[in-house]
Nanobody, 125 residues
Framework: QLQLVESGGALVQPGGSLKLSCAAS????????VGWFRQGPGKEREGVAC????????NYTNSVEGRFTISVDNAKTTAYLQMNSPTPEDTGLYYC??????????????????WGQGTQVTVSS
């Protein structure tokens, strides 16, 4: 069964740091778009960061630009989201998602083929 499993979510203080992981099971992240998404309380799921494995191009939503970094390990089996200087507005359930192989949609939600189950991030003092 193709599967993504997120981990690393926690309670973190504003201004701290946190690193989320997304481990792929029975699939490679190569030749896909890999994205991190989040859903805050009472909000719709939104895209946070995206990396195209076709060339390594990354994109971020404006609110996290310069603070968050998306990456994929050399084995192309685990994706990461490094979160620096989080604020309470970054609180939410964080999901990773991937497109089908050789499909590059810029991590639009309707283009995601496989979703993880999510990991909770709470930013609070």
């Amino acid at each position: 069964q193709l599967q993504l499993v997120e981990s690393g979510g926690a309670l973190v203080q504003p201004g701290g740091s946190l690193k989320l992981s997304c481990a792929a099971s029975r699939l490679s992240l190569n030749y896909r778009d890999v994205g991190w998404f989040r859903q805050g309380p009472g909000k719709e799921r939104e895209g946070v960061a995206c990396i195209s494995m076709a060339g390594g191009i990354t994109n971020y939503t404006n609110s996290v630009e310069g603070r968050f970094t998306i990456s994929v390990d050399n084995a192309k089996t685990t994706a990461y989201l490094q979160m620096n200087s989080p604020t309470p507005e970054d609180t939410g359930l964080y999901y990773c998602g991937v497109t089908a192989t050789y499909t590059h949609t810029g991590c639009k939600r309707d283009g995601i083929q496989i979703w993880g189950q999510g990991t909770q991030v709470t930013v609070s003092s």
